[in-house]
């Protein structure tokens, strides 16, 4: 170490430090040479520690600190900073009573200000807050903008909107952070109203607050307010676009997100990591892969890292949402040296979706070999692997690893893996023992799990029970009243399917329309549950979709009438049956795909088991490959089978 020998360069050497090691090594030279008793230096040695964010840092500051014996306000302004941005911000107030006591006057305290009430935001302290206040209300501090700002918004994270629109307006000066923040903290507490209020009355607007009310609407789904002030925007930056696509994406309007984004390209803004992560997350939605191809061609062309801000798992979660899980697999190799825990976890529940299981947990296994720490997302990804691979004892196993091994409490989502896992292995009473025992209540996806398996399993009085409670958690879910007919169909209870039928009647439940889409000729086309074919064109699908029909009874195609809950005629179910966006779909890839070709399909439900057996007819009769999203997972249709074993 170069030799110090005055305060003036120890505080030199001090304010390159990187690293504890040396201040540790400085601080020990200080001690030998005496440099210790001298305040400022020794404030120095406080100060980096406790503020620099070095791990074990501000460890190290408190016992220094304790060891002065007169510090000064500056070593307590240092020292409280550090603290209020600690894991235990409330140690700061102790600190600032115990300045307050040693102070003669109040020089300097606006330094520390900030700090505690941000502290006092941060821990939820009411009470302490309000003393805070108090105490400035009857200084000069009110008038100082930083800490008067830092009021309004520690009752905002308090969530007192009341109090801090109050205190918003008595600021002796308003300035565009107490505006901003005003604003902010009205649409985080969902008044979006008020928060618009507030931004039309503002004097002058930046573009911060234009932002904040754009993100604001699209989070409480209002789209096309958010659009409104996009358009009306004076001048739009990169968060703007961002804010809208992502909008757009989280509201579930991915076509919106994918145009918006182009249009973004065309007047040449580039993109940042956030709005590629969303634009990718809407095409995964989608489901159809070329728009997905066109942005990885973007990145890249313009050689953006795949490691920055999740581009690499959205990435990976794209190609596999899109059906394409070895381009995911591709990237996931790819980018082998820097891979963070999300582009494992996305590679995971890709596998997973696809019901490739066995591969899903090969890929968690190197992922243990090369001591990378599994968190709740992974082992989700893993459970529902088992689970869709109908792997029972793996799945215990890992459950059971996730909670000793790692300490992860299961989530409610963890559980309902395990409960769909012994369900769809026909294990009933075990997925009941853990709705049972499990230590929140099973939520109307675990209910639904029981129910279908009850349907595969022909099980009438658990499928009732599980009914009743989908019912209850979820009124206006028709897929339980759906399922619960098919089981009373199976067993040939025709009153009961009929009572169903009523009761939904009755209730006013209505059944989401389905919607298939399909890509073909650079377009996305969609086909709606008993869409209007009409035109020439809807005439040519009926008459294929007749023809497809045709060619499939000859081969035992039996259309399942069990799966129409209105009641109508025999013949009419058949035709209803017929108008199942799936099967449009399906007719229309017949026509405009290829021979040959994949006919790739989404669908917004789950895909029914007379369609289910359709395809799988048709992929074999038409020697071709079908391969259908629906809301759970992939079915890849090839001469006459599906992926999914019969069972989703
Ligand atoms: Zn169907
Ligand atoms: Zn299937």
Redesign the pocket.
Known sequence: MAAISSPASTILMLEKCKSMPEIRQIHAYMIKTGLVYQTLAISRVVAFCSLSGVSGGLDYATSVFHRIQEPNCFVYFAIIKGFADSRDPLKSLVLYSQLLHCLGEFDGLEFSLPSLLKACGMSKAFEEGLQLHGQILKTRFLFDPFVSNSVVRMYLELGQLGMAKRAFDTLPSRDVFSWNSMIAGYSKANEIDLARGLFDEMPQKDLVSWNTMIDGYARCGRCELARELFDMMPRKDIVSWTAMISGYTFNQRPREAVHLFREMLHVSIRPDSAAVVSVLSAIADLGFIEEGRWVHGYLRAHKCSLSSGFIGSALIDMYAKCGYIEDAYHVFTNISHKRSIGDWNSIISGLALHGLGEDALEIFHEMETIGIEPNEITFLGVLTACCHSGLVEEGELYFKLMKENYKISPKIQHYGCMIDLFSRAGNLKKALTIIHDMPMEADDLAWKAVLSACMKHGDVETGELAAQRVMELAPNDSSCYVLLSNIYAKARRWDDVAKVRSMMRERGVKKIPGCSTVYANGKIHEFLVGMEMDGRYGGMILSKLEEVVCRLKLEGYEPDLTQVLVDVGEEEKESLLKLHGEKMAVSFGLINVGKGALIHIVKNLRVCSDC?SFMKLVSKVYNCNLVVRDQNRF?HFTNGY???N?Y?
């Open positions: 289910h079915h599906c992926s999914c019969d989703w």
